[in-house]
């Protein structure tokens, strides 16, 4: 069955690098596209990004300076990496998967990692 | 970037009425290529991922009670909840996932007990 399942600290050090890995299962990531979303202590939910099925990204605008995504498909992971972290990142990530090619809504979601930044 | 603009901001309902959530997007969500409007709709329960419930502005996910209907074109789109159920009590969000990057979701609708 298709799973996705986050993974990395809960706790970076503000102005620091945020690193989390999403290991898929049940489905190939050069079939479907991954994409991080997270959601704030709010409950708001933010797109930030996806790796395409051919390997290429596209981010939020918003975070594009900060924000990095690959992946290694022989083990089926993707990862986030964002730099200098600050408290208005403090939410869950989630990796998630687009239903159909390209189609961008999304029928799988990750259990989501909580993450806090503080000193 | 499209703002999707969710309304009410909560919502208290009893069981067994039947509930309308709205959704109004910035621009069209339409494609005439496809004749296909691009909102999905999403429950979140407490302590769980957001789920998919409904997407194409209209077609229910695969296992979603007939009860979640989605309706609306363009800009204008509604959740309606027809024979609200204990279970239901969840918050609802709406998202674009129209070809204009990036995603983004409405602010959501907590769906209380009265």
């Known amino acids: 069955q298709v799973q996705l399942k986050e993974s990395g600290p809960g706790l970076v050090q503000p102005s620091q690098t945020l690193s989390l890995t999403c290991t898929v299962s049940g489905f190939s990531l050069t079939s479907y596209n991954v994409h991080w979303v997270r959601q704030f202590t709010g409950k708001g939910l933010e797109w930030m990004g996806v790796?395409?099925?051919?390997?290429?990204?596209d981010y939020n605008s918003a975070l594009k300076s900060r924000l990095s995504i690959s992946r290694d498909t022989s083990k089926s992971q993707v990862f986030l990496k964002m730099n200098s972290l600050q408290t208005e990142d403090i939410a869950t990530y989630y990796c998630?998967?687009?239903?159909?090619?390209?189609?961008?809504?999304?029928?799988?979601w990750g259990q989501g990692v909580m993450v806090t930044v503080s000193s | 970037d499209i703002v999707m603009t969710q309304s009410p901001s909560s919502l208290a309902v009893s069981a067994g009425e039947t509930v309308t959530i709205n959704c109004k997007s910035s621009q069209s969500l339409f494609w005439s290529g496809s004749q296909m409007n691009y909102l999905a709709w999403y429950q979140q329960k407490p302590g769980q991922s957001p789920k998919l419930l409904i997407y194409?502005?209209?077609t229910r996910q695969s296992g979603v009670p007939d009860r979640f209907i989605g309706s609306g074109s363009g800009t204008d789109f509604t959740l309606t909840i027809s024979g609200v159920q204990a279970e239901d009590l969840a918050v609802y969000y709406c998202?674009?996932?129209?070809?204009?990057?990036?995603?983004?979701f409405g602010a959501g609708t907590k769906l209380e007990l009265k």
């Open positions: 790796i395409w099925t051919g390997g290429s990204t």
């Open positions: 998202q674009h996932h129209y070809d204009s990057l990036p995603y983004t």
């Open positions: 194409y502005a209209s």
């Open positions: 998630v998967r687009d239903q159909y090619y390209y189609s961008g809504d999304f029928d799988y």
